[in-house]
């Protein structure tokens, strides 16, 4: 089984091949260039790499949010021209899931955060301990607060994702030793993880024309359009 994972839903770009369960190429770019820049140059790259035409491809897996919305619809796009091309099928990955396969085995909890604008975070709660994650909490966008107020008492928790850049801080000052703060080379999401998640993911396999985004909020053009549109209803 030949996998193409596309991954362009937070700062860091990534895209990553795998030919029948094994990694063959993986690139991370962030490098403060575009997605739409670089996206593409790297997928190229990776097919390069790899041997492989799009037509070997037997799925096309986009990481298909929570993250930026315009990095989401980049990397969607992108899966489903591919796979629209060569009438292949697409997965979609949860940036989430994706992000707690960093780590594995580990004994505590999974919390992956990424920045979510307006003091919120994108997140979600994962125990990792038996291999693969498993959700212990559905995907959110909260407040900070009101993450670490939901947060099971006694386990230690993992946290990783672009959001710590804003909020390591207050995490260790409200958990302390309860929270461990992952290394630079595993804060970020990998794009072979949605390559193992997506070879794991058989019957969500879709075609190209149904992949979509996942969004846990209205796009911000939309939430300000609502929000005038209920200032005009009021006046």
């Not at 909490?137 to 006694?154: F, K, M, N, Q």
């Not at 994702?161 to 990998?190: F, Q, S």
């Not at 879709?206 to 911000?220: C, G, K, S």
Request: aromatic share 6%.
């Amino acid at each position: 089984m030949n996998i193409l994972a596309i991954d362009t839903s937070g700062p860091v770009a990534g895209c990553a091949v795998m030919i029948d369960g094994r990694v063959v190429h993986s690139i991370a770019l962030n490098h403060g260039l575009t997605h739409s820049e670089t996206i593409m140059p790297a997928v190229e790259e990776a097919m390069s790499g790899s041997g492989l035409a799009c037509a070997d491809v037997d799925v096309f897996a986009a990481v298909a949010g929570p993250g930026s919305f315009t990095g989401v619809r980049i990397g969607v796009c992108a899966a489903k021209g591919f796979a629209h091309a060569v009438n292949k099928p697409c997965v979609p990955i949860h940036a989430l899931e994706a992000l707690a396969m960093n780590f594995y085995g580990f004994d505590g909890l999974v919390c992956p955060i990424l920045d979510a604008r307006r003091s919120q975070v994108y997140c979600a709660l994962f125990d990792a301990g038996r291999g693969f994650p498993e959700r212990v909490a559905a995907d959110d966008a909260v407040a900070l607060e009101t993450l670490l107020e939901r947060l099971p008492e006694g386990r230690r928790i993992m946290f990783a994702g672009d959001g710590l850049a804003v909020h390591a801080k207050t995490i260790l000052e409200k958990l302390g030793d309860r929270a461990m703060i992952a290394p630079a080379n595993l804060r970020d999401l990998r794009p072979d993880a949605v390559c193992a998640l997506a070879a794991r993911k058989r019957d969500e396999w879709v075609p190209a024309h149904e992949l979509r985004p996942v969004y846990l909020r209205a796009p911000q053009a939309e939430r300000e359009r609502s929000a005038r549109l209920s200032r005009e209803a009021q006046r």
